[in-house]
Every structure is written in structure tokens, then in C-alpha cells.
Antibody
Framework: QVQLEESGGGLVKPGGSLRLSCAAT????????FLWIRQAPGKGLEWISY????????RYGDSVRGRFTISRDNTKNSVYLQMNSLRDEDTAVYYC???????????WGRGILVTVSS | EIVLTQSPATLSSSPGERVTLSCRAS??????LAWYQQKLGQAPRLLIY???NRASGIPARFRGSGSGTDFTLTISSVEPADFAVYYC??????????FGQGTRLEIK
């Protein structure tokens, strides 16, 4: 079954850290770029980060650069997002998504909620 | 950064009607634009890519058009399952990857 599944979300205090994981199944993981996109409650979609298939290229949105780190393990078919120095405004549902042959995001996980609150 | 502006913010429609959603880019994105549908509580789903190509499994009632800075998504005959939020996204110039703010299609 072709799917992505996020894990690792939850409640964390401001200034804290959290690591999200995204497990991929049912397709050739190493062929694809992956990205993280988040959605604050009641808001639109915000791109956070992406990573290339060969792990060499990583990019970040302005709101998370210097605090978040994307990585992947091609032996475990997984993508990760290490989130440090978390702020209230990082509260959101975080989606892992695949960049398909079309160049667009053709496969999404169900999302995982991260709540930053004291 | 390319800014995508969607209009209207909310669109009210009845099943069976034809609706048109708009996405305007702040710079020329050629045909590098996609549309996503997001139902309540679900992840977004790719509908249209490269302005006018339907993604796998997307019904023919969804049609995308446009190029440059002006794009439209047309649903020829709205069905109950189509009431959702629709986002456009460009890949002409990224990073950053940018999305429009969304158009909510609601039942009249």
C-alpha cells in the first residue's frame, strides 16, 4: 500500500524540542524528494522544508530556518523533522508529502498534531 | 517570493452548478501551477498539475486552465463530495514553495 505515515507529534512547552518521523511504504523511497508542510488551526498551508532524494539538498522556510532540521534515512524509508526552540506559533498539523514525477505533491500523510503550549 | 492570491475566499454553490475558482500569481509562473483539494480533517489531495493536467483518479468534472499569472479551476457540475477548501501552489520558482490562501467551496 502506497502511503506516508507521520509520528512523533504531541504537546511540548515553548523552547522545547520534538522530532517528527514520516515512514514511507509501497514505493521506491530513494527516487523522491520529500517535504514537510504545516497547517496552523483554521489556517492555510505553509511549506516548512524539503530534502532531495540524494540527501544533499535541504531547504527551509523563513519561519523555521535555524530551528528545524530535515533529514532522511534511505535504509529505513523514513524522513524526519527535528524541531528545536519551539514557539507557540509552531502549533499546527504537520504533513509529510512526496514530490512525484509531476513535480508536485502527489502523496501526503494524514498529518500529525504538534501543540506548543505552557 | 511568488505570492499566490486566490479568489473568492468563499464560494457558495448548490450541487449541479458550475463553479470557477481563481488563482493569480504575483509573477509569471508559466504553467507550473497545481490545485489541491482539502476536505475537513483530511490531508490535501493533488487535483491538477501543470495548470491543466488532472492527477490520477481525478474526475473529468475538474478542469484547470491558465498560464502566466492567471489560473482557474472549474468544476463543471459540483457534487456533494466537492465541498472543500481548494489551494493553488506554484513550482516555477522555489524555494520558497508557496500556496494560495485557499478558497472554501460551501453548500448554498
Amino acid at each position: 500500500q502506497v502511503q506516508l505515515e507521520e509520528s512523533g507529534g504531541g504537546l511540548v512547552k515553548p523552547g522545547g524540542s520534538l522530532r517528527l518521523s514520516c515512514a514511507a511504504t509501497g514505493f521506491i523511497f530513494n527516487d523522491h524528494y520529500f517535504l514537510w508542510i504545516r497547517q496552523a488551526p483554521g489556517k492555510g498551508l505553509e511549506w516548512i522544508s524539503y530534502i532531495s532524494a540524494d540527501v544533499i539538498t535541504k531547504r527551509y522556510g523563513d519561519s523555521v530556518r535555524g530551528r528545524f532540521t530535515i533529514s532522511r534515512d534511505n535504509t529505513k524509508n523514513s524522513v524526519y523533522l527535528q524541531m528545536n526552540s519551539l514557539r507557540d506559533e509552531d502549533t499546527a498539523v504537520y504533513y509529510c508529502a512526496r514530490i512525484g514525477e509531476s513535480g508536485y505533491f502527489d502523496l501526503w500523510g494524514r498529518g500529525i498534531l504538534v501543540t506548543v503550549s505552557s | 517570493e511568488i505570492v499566490l492570491t486566490q479568489s473568492p475566499a468563499t464560494l457558495s454553490s448548490s450541487p449541479g452548478e458550475r463553479v470557477t475558482l481563481s488563482c493569480r500569481a504575483s509573477q509569471n509562473v508559466s504553467y507550473y501551477l497545481a490545485w489541491y483539494q482539502q476536505k475537513l480533517g483530511q490531508a490535501p489531495r493533488l487535483l491538477i498539475y501543470d495548470a491543466s493536467n488532472r492527477a490520477s483518479g481525478i474526475p473529468a468534472r475538474f478542469r484547470g486552465s491558465g498560464s502566466g499569472t492567471d489560473f482557474t479551476l472549474t468544476i463543471s457540475s459540483v457534487e456533494p463530495a466537492d465541498f472543500a477548501v481548494y489551494y493553488c501552489q506554484q513550482r516555477r520558482n522555489w524555494p520558497p514553495i508557496t500556496f494560495g490562501q485557499g478558497t472554501r467551496l460551501e453548500i448554498k
